[in-house]
């Protein structure tokens, strides 16, 4: 195959660990027989920096044209004062609209060299935990009607919460096939106690889960999610919630792992194309150091090559060597907390998943 691949590295320690994933999916075309082209485009603070938007239509234009995406980060304090219309996350939000992408798909997986290094007690992961949330990515509050006017109080500030079935049916759709894939298992999150969205999420969901009955499916509310999470993760196989939603629980989840450095995300729509990125952030504090966890952006292009290729021995490839370098004790900063272990660089640890692809 040729592969026409957008990067989007952005800001922060997003140019290094985009570039640490180039040398991997590079490598995966030499030992399959793929060839990729990469072609660089301005996101964030960095295309503030440069243009005076976060989101140039050269970007959105050259997403448009490629194969797939590949993001590294966006953000930082630098730009932290403008305003919200200006901000560097603000192109998040515009290039999922842009490309239709409207699920996002945020694994969450336990390995098991890395149980010592989440928070939770041993006896609650002992057996470990592999839990796929599907999260809405287009809806909802974040793309609401919103302002400012006057309250009964003085000011006020307004974000408002809507969805359409047919927003709800599609990514409730999403999850029921990737349950039959899984554990045949899907845990549907909302707060129908509270919210008339909610309400017509619930009653959506179960409609469509009547076109799977070889999957199993339950409501659950968020607050009890939240906690659920934190008590017993391993009770959990596909959850499918809302945009709000599963951007919190997504990222409760990441933290029971060990490292957010270790989590990587898919923003799916009805094309191949898609948007692959860590969920974490830029991390400005350590930018330039060669300090950072290339494995989450890593694992991204092995979800790219999943699910936007269905190239599934190349991604498997992948996902073998970061388990191999894992098992083998290598480490970098964010899940190096064992005495007498040096930490590894972006690069050392780059080399080492390089090392096993061979």
Known sequence: MNLNIALLKG?????????????????????????????????????????????????????????????????????????????????????????????????????????????????????????????????????GERGYRQGKYGEEAYDTECYSRLEIERIARVAFEAARKRRKNVISIDKANVLETSRLWRKTVHEVAKDYPDVTVSDMLVDNAAMQLVKNPKQFDV??????????????????TGSIGMLPSASLGDTSRGMYEPIHGSAPDIAGQNKSNP????????????????????????????????????????????????????????????SCLD
């Not at 922060?12 to 570039?19: F, N």
């Not at 092995?302 to 996902?319: C, G, Q, V």
Request: glycine share 10%; proline share 5%; with cysteine.
């Open 295 to 354: 494995i989450a952006t890593i694992l991204s292009g092995a979800m790219m090559l999943r699910y936007s290729f269905n190239l599934t021995a190349e991604a498997d490839a992948i996902e073998k060597a970061v388990d191999k370098v894992l098992n083998d004790g290598y480490r970098t900063a964010d899940i190096c907390h064992n005495d007498g272990v040096e930490p590894l660089s972006t690069d050392e640890m780059t080399e080492r998943i390089l």
């Open 11 to 143: 800001d922060g320690i997003g140019p290094e660990i985009v570039d640490s994933t180039v040398r991997v999916l590079n490598k995966i075309g030499e030992k399959f027989g793929h060839s990729f082209t990469f072609t660089p485009y301005l996101i964030g603070g960095c295309a503030i920096d440069a243009t005076g938007e976060p989101l140039p239509k050269e970007t959105v234009d050259g997403c448009l044209a490629s194969d797939s995406v590949l993001l590294g980060a966006v953000g930082g304090p630098k730009w932290d004062t403008l305003p919200g219309n200006l901000r560097p996350e603000k192109a998040l939000l515009g290039i999922r609209s842009a490309l239709g992408l409207y699920t996002n798909l945020r694994p969450a997986k336990l390995y098991p060299a890395l149980k010592n290094d989440s928070p939770l007690k041993e006896s609650v992961v002992a057996e470990g935990f592999d839990i796929m949330i599907v999260r809405e990515l287009t809806g909802g509050i974040y793309f």
């Open 239 to 256: 959850i499918v919630t809302s945009n709000m939603f599963g951007d919190i629980l997504s990222d409760e989840a990441s933290q029971i």
